[in-house]
């Protein structure tokens, strides 16, 4: 049975509860941090990560009509990662299907050129292949999207970019805000923060985006399914079923489970069973061990570069 989508809700209040949610239990646990064990404050990693899920969702148009409305739901930074603008557009790009995990193209490709790969010292080896576990994903991989995203970034502004100039200044404000709360309003030192809550909830977000994607001669192998727990699947707002994200990208997520229920067969057989079962899964085969090289195998799959 085909599944039927319908048009999106005006107020789609699932989100706005959850967003509500997010929001409280950080400010909860923000507010109590010393009187609260050390060992609580990461269960705010969780509610962390779940909000940049939910900028996901803003950006692909939810959960109202009015763009700058969504947006300003989302507004404030838990991770202090990078611009809401910037991802979203990049995010967007990376939309455009027939170019998933090229390095070049695709702004959320992990691989590199072989040329690339080839010439690369021995520290960018170090670091890069550490980062193409799981384990490394989550160690080190929020660091290491850090400075690569951000030293493309100010490259280009200081070559006088305004439009990620203005990006990165919202940015600013959205960190200040993030900032004063914690720091000001709610007395928490930032490296306790930081540490406990901020980049665990980077680590956690990574997870999904691990084997997301990877290199296939057709472009429909490229997305993963993964069958997960609702541990996972609540905090990634279910695009473990990236291939029903990909389908649909403005499909709320609540209405997601029903529409990869009802093409289930079908959506497998798109993706060849590029299918996990369950994020344990994922663990156990790539915690210590990369689940491909990180030089992209077949450049032949990818469109020539000059293609538009």
């Given at each position: 049975?085909?599944?039927?989508?319908t048009?999106?809700?005006?107020i789609?209040?699932?989100?706005?509860?959850?967003?509500?949610?997010?929001?409280?239990?950080?400010?909860?646990?923000?507010?109590?941090?010393?009187?609260?064990?050390?060992?609580?404050?990461?269960i705010?990693?969780?509610?962390?990560?779940?909000?940049?899920?939910?900028?996901?969702?803003a950006?692909?148009?939810?959960?109202?009509?009015?763009?700058?409305?969504?947006?300003?739901l989302?507004?404030?930074?838990?991770?202090?990662?990078?611009?809401?603008?910037?991802?979203?557009?990049?995010?967007?790009?990376?939309?455009?299907?027939?170019?998933?995990?090229?390095?070049?193209?695709?702004?959320?490709?992990?691989?590199?050129?072989?040329?690339?790969?080839?010439?690369?010292?021995?520290?960018?080896r170090?670091?890069?292949?550490?980062?193409?576990?799981?384990?490394?994903?989550?160690?080190?991989?929020?660091?290491?999207?850090?400075?690569?995203?951000?030293?493309?970034?100010?490259?280009?502004?200081?070559?006088?970019?305004?439009?990620?100039?203005?990006?990165?200044?919202?940015?600013?404000?959205?960190?200040?805000?993030?900032?004063?709360?914690?720091?000001?309003?709610?007395?928490?030192?930032?490296?306790?923060?930081?540490?406990?809550?901020?980049?665990?909830?980077?680590?956690?977000?990574?997870?999904?985006?691990?084997?997301?994607?990877?290199?296939?001669?057709?472009?429909?192998?490229?997305?993963?399914?993964?069958?997960?727990?609702?541990?996972?699947?609540?905090?990634?707002?279910?695009?473990?079923?990236?291939?029903?994200?990909?389908?649909k990208?403005?499909?709320?997520?609540?209405r997601?489970?029903?529409?990869?229920?009802?093409?289930?067969?079908?959506?497998?057989?798109r993706?060849?069973?590029?299918?996990?079962?369950?994020?344990?899964?994922?663990?156990?085969?790539?915690?210590?061990?990369?689940?491909?090289?990180?030089?992209?195998?077949?450049?032949?799959?990818?469109?020539?570069?000059?293609?538009?």
């Amino acid at each position: 049975m085909a599944y039927v989508e319908t048009r999106t809700a005006r107020i789609e209040w699932p989100t706005i509860g959850l967003i509500a949610l997010v929001y409280a239990v950080l400010g909860t646990l923000v507010w109590n941090h010393a009187v609260l064990p050390w060992w609580v404050l990461p269960i705010g990693a969780y509610f962390a990560a779940l909000h940049a899920s939910l900028q996901h969702e803003a950006l692909h148009g939810h959960p109202t009509r009015k763009r700058w409305f969504n947006e300003a739901l989302v507004f404030v930074t838990p991770t202090f990662w990078l611009p809401y603008g910037r991802y979203r557009d990049t995010h967007l790009q990376h939309h455009h299907d027939i170019d998933l995990t090229d390095p070049v193209r695709d702004p959320e490709s992990y691989y590199l050129l072989p040329d690339e790969w080839a010439t690369a010292g021995a520290v960018k080896r170090f670091f890069f292949s550490i980062n193409h576990t799981l384990a490394g994903r989550m160690l080190i991989g929020p660091a290491v999207s850090i400075v690569r995203f951000w030293s493309s970034e100010w490259a280009l502004i200081l070559k006088g970019d305004a439009y990620r100039r203005k990006e990165w200044a919202l940015f600013a404000v959205a960190c200040a805000v993030s900032f004063t709360l914690v720091t000001v309003v709610a007395g928490m030192p930032f490296w306790k923060y930081y540490l406990l809550i901020a980049y665990p909830g980077l680590s956690l977000a990574l997870v999904r985006s691990y084997c997301e994607h990877q290199a296939a001669a057709d472009a429909q192998h490229r997305t993963i399914i993964v069958e997960a727990h609702p541990f996972w699947s609540l905090l990634f707002l279910f695009n473990n079923l990236h291939v029903a994200h990909h389908s649909k990208p403005a499909l709320p997520w609540y209405r997601i489970p029903d529409y990869y229920a009802a093409d289930r067969d079908e959506m497998i057989t798109r993706n060849n069973g590029y299918t996990m079962k369950g994020y344990s899964e994922i663990f156990r085969r790539y915690f210590f061990k990369a689940k491909e090289p990180l030089a992209y195998p077949d450049l032949g799959w990818l469109r020539p570069s000059g293609e538009k």
